[in-house]
T-cell receptor, first 114, second 120 residues
Framework: LAKTTQPISMDSYEGQEVNITCSHNNIATNDYITWYQQFPSQGPRFIIQGYKTKVTNEVASLFIPADRKSSTLSLPRVSLSDTAVYYCLVLPPMIKAAGNKLTFGGGTRVLVKP | EAGVAQSPRYKIIEKRQSVAFWCNPISGHATLYWYQQILGQGPKLLIQFQNNGVVDDSQLPKDRFSAERLKGVDSTLKIQPAKLEDSAVYLC??????????????????FGSGTQLSVL
């Protein structure tokens, strides 16, 4: 089971880049990494997913080293509205076989200050 | 596309009472999930359906919790009888199979806003 470990919290300031690293030492060969964002009183929202190297979309970048035992979510130039909890999940391609991997860990609480 | 709909938004009950939550997933999404999120923790998967069949309910406390997804669309989650420790937000999510050519690696979960349950 690919258990994930993330920092509990991080503080940042508007305009800075925020990098959140997730450790997943027991990731399986076919597993991919996905990140979700959750604001208060809302359900989590998908941000980005990747298998290896680097993935970038309009919201964030995801860096995955060659050994895939960790991944880093990068949020460029954060604003106050990026204050949220960020969750890392490691999932198999067939979600039917995901089992307990679909339970979210504690996530990382990011606080963006003015 | 319309999002995942859940109701009610809030519910307050006394312990030993019963309560039910309703979820309408995004149209066309075959997989539906119910999660429990206790304050300060990440969402915990309770049950996963694919169409109207149960895929995983290993973390569902079956002595008091039940869920069904008739006709493979809407779903209800019931707690009977409720305990104080059931106070939490109950989230419903749905997902579809990855679409070829989109770069999707796996199913993306789309969550509703949840039902906040307080058991007094």
């Amino acid at each position: 089971l690919a258990k994930t470990t993330q920092p509990i919290s991080m503080d940042s300031y508007e305009g800075q880049e925020v990098n959140i690293t997730c450790s997943h030492n027991n990731i399986a060969t076919n597993d991919y990494i996905t990140w979700y964002q959750q604001f208060p009183s809302q359900g989590p929202r998908f941000i980005i997913q990747g298998y290896k190297t680097k993935v970038t979309n309009e919201v964030a970048s995801l860096f995955i080293p060659a050994d895939r035992k960790s991944s880093t979510l990068s949020l460029p130039r954060v604003s106050l509205s990026d204050t949220a909890v960020y969750y890392c999940l490691v999932l198999p391609p067939m979600i039917k076989a995901a089992g307990n991997k679909l339970t979210f860990g504690g996530g990382t609480r990011v606080l963006v200050k003015p | 596309e319309a999002g995942v709909a859940q109701s009610p938004r809030y519910k307050i009950i006394e312990k030993r009472q019963s309560v039910a939550f309703w979820c309408n997933p995004i149209s066309g999404h075959a997989t539906l999930y119910w999660y429990q999120q206790i304050l300060g923790q990440g969402p915990k998967l309770l049950i996963q359906f694919q169409n109207n069949g149960v895929v995983d309910d290993s973390q569902l406390p079956k002595d008091r919790f039940s869920a069904e997804r008739l006709k493979g669309v809407d779903s209800t989650l019931k707690i009977q009888p409720a305990k104080l420790e059931d106070s939490a937000v109950y989230l419903c999510a749905s997902s579809r199979l990855p679409r070829q050519g989109t770069g999707d690696l796996g199913e993306k979960l789309f969550f509703g806003s949840g039902t906040q349950l307080s058991v007094l």
